[in-house]
Nanobody, 121 residues
């Protein structure tokens, strides 16, 4: 079975920083896109940032210049460095990865368990 396990998150004051980590394990042949999504109370889940296998990145406008996504293919991990955090960044954050379990199968989406980020004074 494939699993994505997240770590990081918590409570931070406005202007502070946090780092989220997510590692994939299990029967994995290849990982394509990895990303971070977030869902605030009463809102739909939205893409925060994504990183392709060639390390090209994509960011939501609301986090550009403040967040940085990276990945370590040897560790099958993706990270999200969050700086200059704002109260509106408060949400549950989820990592996502498109994973292929063997050389003939399709890429399928997998999700981490979610972690809460609260930005408040």
């Amino acid at each position: 079975q494939v699993q994505l396990v997240q770590s990081g998150g918590g409570l931070v004051q406005p202007g502070g920083s946090l780092r989220l980590s997510c590692a994939a394990s299990g029967s994995i042949f290849r990982i394509n896109v990895m990303g971070w999504y977030r869902q605030a109370p009463g809102k739909e889940r939205e893409l925060v940032a994504s990183i392709n296998s060639d390390y090209s990145t994509n960011y939501a406008d609301s986090v550009k210049g403040r967040f940085a996504i990276s990945r370590d293919n040897t560790k099958k991990a993706v990270y999200l460095e969050m700086n200059s955090l704002k109260p509106e960044d408060t949400a549950d954050y989820y990592c996502n990865a498109e994973i292929r379990k063997d050389f003939v199968g399709p890429y399928e989406p997998y999700w981490g368990q979610g972690t809460q980020v609260t930005v408040s004074s």
